[in-house]
């Protein structure tokens, strides 16, 4: 009886730690993703301002299903130089019903050939 019932613990055990495996690997793919992606359009914005390429990125965070506001986007340029920092939560179910909140960030720096057409 105890042999079964370390083994059911063991199974739960297992469960558990497969559940929060599975929903983090989903959520770090979704943000390394997003991040390739912010990097692309940062090397190609061409002759786009800091708010187009802003709002792009807000754009590309909604198409890829990953939970970025407009304020938590900040793009500056000097010359070529481009640097695009990005912040948001995402809620993650590490444990089954109960939602955490996970901080992720990233600074993106990159050059492009031209500098960007600042003329609004």
Known sequence: MISLLKKLVSLALVA???????HLFL?????YKFRD???????NRGEKSDD???DQIVDIASDADVPV????????HEGIATEVTVSYTRPIEIVPNRMSNWSFS??????VPQPPNTVK
């Not at 992606?37 to 090397?43: D, L």
């Open 16 to 22: 558990l730690a497969a559940n929060a495996t599975w």
């Open 27 to 31: 959520a770090y793919s979704a943000h």
């Open 37 to 43: 992606a912010v990097r692309y359009a940062a090397q």
């Open 52 to 54: 187009d390429l802003r």
């Open 69 to 76: 506001q407009p304020a938590g986007v900040v793009v500056t």
């Open 106 to 111: 990233f600074v993106i720096d990159t050059f």
